[in-house]
């Protein structure tokens, strides 16, 4: 045991023994004085270092987060048998060896009902040591999940944000490549091409910060970058856009189309005989980017910004899949249309908040009973010496003992019994069935 517990001990008998030599002593005596604190202190301290030393064995075996059930369970049982065992020693040696009680009177009358309520005393301050180590080693889980949370979080930030950052000088460097070719092709749809490439960048600027975009904006975006493709390519590129008014104010990460856009520019031959035709459109709760497979025979090594990067963003902010398809025909890339206020975040850290939710419900449900448990620990033996003490002969206290324990037994099945798992497995039959029939 700690310092701190052998001094909080020490006090503990200190004050019983003053208590006790006070009210129920009838010779106030110096030698009865420290004869009651010797007799407080031979139950306090091997009740109190032997269920701080069992608790402290158990928790070091078996983690009340890890086993819980099992922590439990094995805690009821030893604490049962060390305090009954306990308890049955010291009144042994305080009433047989040192008050030269008979023996034949050890488990009636008086030294009985000393006995009983002796051991609920110490089966009530093991419960109270039993719950602090419970929600101590709860605590230390609940911060280090926190923690751990936090560094996830932070470092799938760090993640997004990089991804946001690479389509800077991605979009600088394609627009400026654009812009060379049309320098020396066509000097005024050069000037117009700056101009209008101004305008979206600043667009690019104010959005990339954003982690979602209305559909609304990025389509007007879209539409004035194609506008930008149709100067650089003018016949061999069409585009047609037929996005529902409906999911105009859903959502979707940001310059995701501009990406899209490129990769179908980048991926397919476009000429005026057979041009490249983009269709932007809404479907079942995407937005749909597809164009008529025109592949290029070879293509210059990828950067990897395009769908890795659009994938990538949307596994960090939710649970819906990026669909790629590709047939003959055609290349199609589906994303999908969020809410920005309910949707998912599909990261470790959604997967941890889960669990703490679960761990703090377990707590609650735990914390719940061990307040029944200490209630009854300290009501019933109150109850029996008021019933011993008023009407001796009428044993009542023997119905709120057996119906509250009754509670507490049920109680106690349903938070470390096998009605949990036995209500899972029933849903799970019933779906099943309910499926067979469909």
């Not at 010779?27 to 604190?37: C, D, G, P, R």
């Not at 669990?355 to 377990?362: C, F, G, L, V």
């Not at 109150?382 to 509250?404: A, D, E, Q």
Request: with cysteine; hydrophobic share 45%.
């Amino acid at each position: 045991m700690y310092r701190r517990s052998l001094i909080t001990t020490t006090w503990i008998t200190f004050f019983i023994g003053m208590f006790i030599f006070v009210f129920f002593s009838k010779e106030k005596s110096v030698e009865n004085f420290f004869l009651y604190l010797m007799i407080s202190a031979m139950y306090s301290f091997p009740l109190a270092i032997g269920n701080g030393l069992l608790n402290d064995m158990l928790s070091k075996k078996y983690s009340w987060v890890g086993e819980t059930r099992k922590r439990t369970v094995l805690g009821v049982i030893c604490t049962l048998i060390l305090n009954v065992a306990l308890v049955f020693i010291i009144n042994y040696i305080n009433f047989i060896v040192i008050q030269k009680e008979d023996f034949d009177d050890f488990f009636s009358g008086t030294i009985a009902i000393n006995n009983w309520f002796t051991i609920n005393i110490a089966l009530l301050i093991s419960a109270i040591l039993h719950a602090k180590g419970f929600m101590e080693e709860w605590k230390k889980s609940t911060r280090k999940e926190i923690v751990e949370q936090k560094l996830i979080a932070r470092s799938a930030n760090a993640q997004f944000e990089t991804l946001k950052n690479q389509l800077d000088p991605h979009f600088l460097f394609n627009s400026l490549n654009v812009l060379s070719a049309l320098i020396d092709e066509n000097p005024v749809q050069a000037q117009n091409f700056t101009a209008s490439m101004s305008k979206i960048y600043r667009y690019i600027l104010e959005q990339k910060d954003k982690e979602l975009v209305t559909v609304a904006e990025e389509i007007n975006f879209a539409q004035t970058y194609c506008e930008l493709l149709e100067t650089r390519f003018e016949d061999s590129v069409r585009f047609r856009f037929n996005v529902s008014d409906k999911v105009l104010k859903l959502y979707v990460v940001p310059l995701s189309l501009q990406l899209l856009l490129e990769n179908c520019i980048k991926h397919n031959h476009a000429t005026s005989h057979r041009p490249l035709e983009i269709t932007i459109f809404s479907e079942e709760g995407y937005l749909l980017i597809q164009n008529n497979l025109q592949a290029r025979e070879q293509v210059k090594e990828s950067s990897g910004i395009g769908l890795s990067n659009i994938v990538q963003r949307y596994a960090l902010i939710t649970n819906q899949n990026v669909f790629i398809e590709k047939s003959a025909d055609f290349f199609r890339v589906k994303i999908p249309l969020l809410n920005q206020k309910s949707h998912i975040m599909n990261t470790p850290l959604s997967n941890e908040s889960l669990a703490y939710d679960r761990a703090a419900k377990r707590v609650k449900e735990l914390k719940s009973f061990y307040g029944n448990l200490i209630s009854y620990c300290l009501v019933i033996p109150f109850l029996i010496f008021v019933n011993l003490y008023t009407s001796p002969k009428y044993h009542w206290f023997w119905w709120p003992m057996l119906g509250w324990g009754i509670g507490l037994a049920s109680h106690a099945f349903q938070v470390f019994g096998i009605s949990r798992n036995w209500e899972e497995k029933q849903i799970k039959k019933i779906m099943d069935r309910e499926k067979q029939k469909i």
